[in-house]
């Protein structure tokens, strides 16, 4: 697959992989990312859970919006984003939105801002294995 939005990198760029989980039963959603160098050595790597996740965008979308949230806590300045969530990646490189996730889009434009620079790409769920286990780990621990 090609990225729907050019993957630039430096040598000081670090590539964040983040996914979501979701269950419609519960209505829990389980995040997960992770922070390599270009070396492909994990820097860092988180999870969260939440309740009263409405779909599965959401989770996506709340997933990148944590990784962000780590990255401006840890001063980075290069950041590629890449998800296997096509349409939060249309919309974060096509400037749309829907309206239930307005408010999540605006605070990761707003986490983006304080980057130097930072690109959004779409890759294929095989090459977002860490983060999907990630995401179902902390949606299994959300909902025992």
């Not at 001063?75 to 249309?90: A, K, N």
Request: charged content about 20%.
């Amino acid at each position: 697959h090609r990225p729907l939005h050019p993957c630039y990198t430096t040598s000081s760029t670090v590539t964040c992989y983040t996914d979501g989980a979701w269950d419609a039963l519960s209505k829990s959603g389980g995040m997960g990312w992770c922070f390599k160098d270009n070396a492909g050595d994990i820097k860092l790597q988180g999870e969260c859970a939440k309740r009263y996740i409405n779909s599965a965008p959401m989770a996506e979308a709340l997933a990148l919006k944590a990784a962000l949230e780590a990255a401006s806590q840890l001063g980075l300045g290069d950041l590629r984003c890449l998800s296997d969530s096509r349409s939060l990646v249309s919309m974060l490189t096509t400037n749309s939105s829907i309206v239930e996730l307005q408010g999540i889009l605006h605070d990761i434009r707003v986490l983006s801002s304080s980057l130097t620079s930072i690109s959004f790409c779409f890759i294929s769920r095989s090459e977002n294995v860490l983060a999907d286990g990630l995401a179902k780990s902390a949606l299994r621990s959300c909902m025992n």
